[in-house]
């Protein structure tokens, strides 16, 4: 079975500045998807970024980018010019290439942007 | 499109009642999925389906019971419910066409007394 390690409970940053939260996973398929959600006080799930396992280039979507260390094991998120909506829980989440619609997701990460 | 939809927002029990948290999906997704948000324990898969008329077991799925029989509807019941079953509930739903991205439902805050 896979598992996904957030060993940083809470984080905080100031606003305008950048952040790294940390993710590593553990799986022995070579086929998968790494994704981070952002859940806001409002309680949704919102997807940030995904990245697929076969592709060596790191995804980057806007502000939010990924350091996906594939021999590590390790799928960090870095958020750049950090802003006061930021401030969430952020998941990290596995899900195996033949059956993505089962996600194992670490606990998580709490992170507050300070003004 | 209204993508995931869940009823209802909150929900009290005793402890014994049984009710059905619903969810609905209109984006003609073949999978979809019901999760169970503790604090600090992250996200937890309780069943699945694959498609209508076949569902399987997540990693926490005592006490709970699913079905599907239409491609849209894929209610969660719990059966008795017990105090540690309080939790937010999560639907989601998935196409494989879809970049495997999962859409989830607002959530269902549950607690059992």
Redesign the interface.
């Known amino acids: 079975a896979q598992t996904v390690t957030q060993s940083q409970p809470e984080m905080s940053v100031q606003e305008a500045e950048t952040v790294t939260l940390s993710c590593t996973y553990d799986t022995s398929e070579s086929n998968y998807y790494l994704f981070w959600y952002k859940q806001p006080p409002s309680r949704q799930m919102i997807l940030v970024i995904r990245q697929e396992a076969y592709k060596q280039q790191n995804a980057t979507e806007n502000r939010f980018s990924v350091n996906f260390q594939k021999a590590a094991k390790s799928f960090s998120l870095k958020i750049s010019d950090s802003q006061l909506g930021d401030t969430a829980m952020y998941f990290c989440a596995f899900g195996s290439g033949g059956s993505n619609y089962k996600l194992t997701f670490g606990k998580g990460t709490l992170l507050t942007v300070n003004p | 499109n209204a993508g995931v939809t869940q009823t209802p927002k909150f929900q009290v029990l005793k402890t014994g009642q049984s009710m059905t948290l619903q969810c609905a999906q209109d984006m003609n997704h073949e999978?979809?999925?019901w999760?169970r948000q503790d604090p600090?324990?992250?996200?937890?898969?309780i069943h699945?389906s694959?498609g209508a008329g076949i569902t399987d077991q997540?990693e926490v799925p005592n006490g709970y019971n699913v079905s599907r029989s239409t491609t849209e509807d894929f209610p969660l019941r719990l059966l008795s419910a017990a105090p540690s079953q309080t939790s937010?509930y999560?639907c989601?739903s998935?196409s494989?066409g879809n970049?495997?991205?999962?859409f989830?439902g607002?959530?269902t805050?549950l607690t059992v007394l």
Request: hydrophobic share 40%; proline share 4%.
């Open positions: 999978y979809m999925s999760y600090g324990m992250g996200l937890r898969l699945y694959v997540g937010v999560f989601a998935f494989s970049y495997n991205e999962q989830f607002p959530g805050r």
